[in-house]
């Protein structure tokens, strides 16, 4: 049974998303983390899959994910760099969305609309074996912060996130 994601528009620029997991926080985190785990979960609708995920996970290091669908071949990428990390707690990302079906991806160069990235910080807090996931992102104007919202992307959110509780679902019990 799918549990509510709550999005809010804090300013104009702003979407802020919470959702609650029945695990501990270093499973969330991991999720968040490692590109096997990544892989399992982030890749919103049926029908597609990430055959990319790259994550340097430190401060400086860059991540990158292409999604593609898998009946058209249509593919759209994400990308950037890891500003803040406090293990188990908070992780600050530039984001640049590219592609968008729109066009190829060569590489980490994308196809189109490079611009601004968003800044998206991810914090968890863990209490009672259940993990609270608030993740704010802040986009470069309030045009490109109403496409992120326009394109589905809380629909996409809550399928990854359903699939992220089914996967600790398999988690043993402590």
Not at 12 to 32: G, I, L, N
Not at 53 to 81: H, K, M, P, S
Not at 139 to 151: C, G, H, I
Request: glycine letters at 10%; one cysteine or more; proline letters at 5%.
């Amino acid at each position: 049974m799918s549990k509510p994601v709550t999005v809010t528009l804090p300013s104009d620029r702003e979407v802020t998303v919470v959702r609650v997991f029945d695990a501990p926080a270093h499973f969330v985190w991991d999720a968040h983390t490692k590109p096997d785990l990544i892989k399992r979960w982030l890749v919103g609708s049926d029908g597609w899959n990430m055959p990319l995920c790259t994550v340097d996970l430190r401060v400086g290091g860059r991540y990158r994910y292409i999604w593609q669908n898998v009946e058209t071949g249509a593919r759209f990428g994400a990308y950037g760099e890891h500003l803040e990390i406090v293990t188990l707690e908070r992780i600050v990302t530039s984001e640049v969305m590219d592609g968008l079906g729109l066009g190829e991806i060569i590489n980490d160069e994308p196809a189109w609309g490079a611009g601004d990235p968003a800044i998206n910080t991810l914090t968890l807090s863990e209490a009672d074996g259940k993990t609270t996931l608030c993740l704010n992102m802040l986009y470069p104007s309030q045009e490109v912060r109403d496409m992120a919202v326009q394109s589905g992307m809380s629909d996409g959110m809550a399928m990854g996130y359903d699939r992220l509780d089914a996967m600790a679902a398999e988690l043993p019990a402590s």
